[in-house]
């Protein structure tokens, strides 16, 4: 059984991607979507989503990372995914899922499920772009409306040459508004010959367990989950094993926040000092009662000196 952490744009940075994978638990992280439009990027543009590129591709704790590319042409895509090779990438990912109105009405994400060719056009493209030894693999959605073409695109992306396949179990219209409709990935694991990943709404090893039994899945992504309970893939590994397991306590988790929170403060203006600290309270929110008086405090806050005595006050 394996686990992977969700490419969740403007979320998960490699900061982040390296604080939770080394927590444990993880088998995998996917980068933030790198847009492709006409142009081939340079090698500083990947660098910039992925600095584990300078370390074979692997978190500080030794985790994988994919390079996800998004875009609607299939040249382009090919040209950049040699270009991302070049700059270290072992494996490469494409973006069907991104349900941003910006992403769709630029000709990427989930409005390319309306046509399912094209996606078989693009994962050709890349596939037969790159050495045998990069794994291609791709995200998509249930569709962009509807359903009625789920089981078409999920083809398209085996048939077009991908070693692996991620399924976000909502349509682009769904956003992220629960239930995830686990049912269709079970039928679209039936149909495929590759590897099937399942994600959407596992909050918990309860919700992992019901999406196995559903799904008959033995891969997993995790994304706003995780971001809500951070040791939510070594709970689910546990619960897997039939380990005891103890949850992470809100002081572990200020300490982890903490520590996000220095490494990030560097890259930003004070201005926006502790912005990416106050996104990750939104989520945990969800499982820490503290969290959301964490919040309250230091909504309005900007100096890093009043911030970190916050971090000092909360711990």
Same mark, same amino acid.
């Given at each position: ?82 270009? !991302?090779?070049?700059?270290? /990438?072992? &494996? $490469?990912?494409?973006? @069907?899922?991104?349900? #941003?109105? =910006? ?124 971001? !809500?309970?951070?040791?939510? /893939?070594? &709970? $689910?590994?546990?619960? @897997?094993?039939?380990? #005891?397991? =103890? ?69």
């Amino acid at each position: 059984m394996q686990l992977f952490l969700a490419p969740m744009e403007g979320v998960v940075d490699h900061q982040v991607r390296d604080i939770l994978s080394a927590l444990g638990g993880l088998d995998g992280c996917v980068t933030e979507f790198i847009r492709v439009t006409q142009n081939t990027l340079p090698r500083r543009v990947f660098r910039r989503y992925a600095p584990e590129l300078d370390h074979q591709c692997l978190t500080p704790s030794g985790t994988p990372v994919k390079v996800q590319l998004l875009g609607g042409q299939p040249e382009p895509l090919a040209l950049n995914a040699q270009r !991302a090779v070049r700059a270290g /990438a072992t &494996a $490469i990912d494409l973006n @069907f899922g991104c349900p #941003a109105k =910006t992403v769709n009405n630029s000709d990427g994400g989930a409005c390319l499920l309306r046509t399912p060719e094209r996606v078989y056009g693009i994962v050709a493209a890349v596939r037969a772009a790159l050495p045998a030894s990069i794994p291609v693999s791709a995200k998509i959605r249930l569709g962009f409306d509807d359903t009625s073409r789920y089981l078409e695109n999920a083809l398209a992306v085996a048939d077009a040459g991908a070693s692996e396949l991620t399924v976000h179990a909502r349509t682009k219209r769904d956003g992220y508004r629960p239930p995830a409709y686990w049912e269709y990935i079970a039928r679209i694991r039936e149909a495929l010959s590759i590897p099937v990943i399942a994600n959407g709404e596992i909050w918990s090893p309860e919700d992992w367990e019901r999406c196995r039994s559903v799904t008959g899945c033995d891969r997993f992504m995790l994304g706003r989950g995780l971001l !809500a309970r951070p040791d939510l /893939a070594r &709970a $689910i590994k546990a619960r @897997f094993t039939g380990e #005891a397991y =103890t949850p992470m306590p809100w002081a572990e988790v200020c300490q982890l926040l903490h520590a996000y929170y220095r490494l990030s403060q560097p890259h930003y203006p004070t201005k926006h000092s502790g912005n990416r600290i106050k996104q990750w309270l939104m989520y945990l929110q969800r499982e820490y009662p503290q969290a959301a008086t964490f919040f309250e405090n230091i909504k309005r806050e900007r100096e890093p000196a009043r911030l970190e005595a916050a971090f000092r006050a909360a711990a």
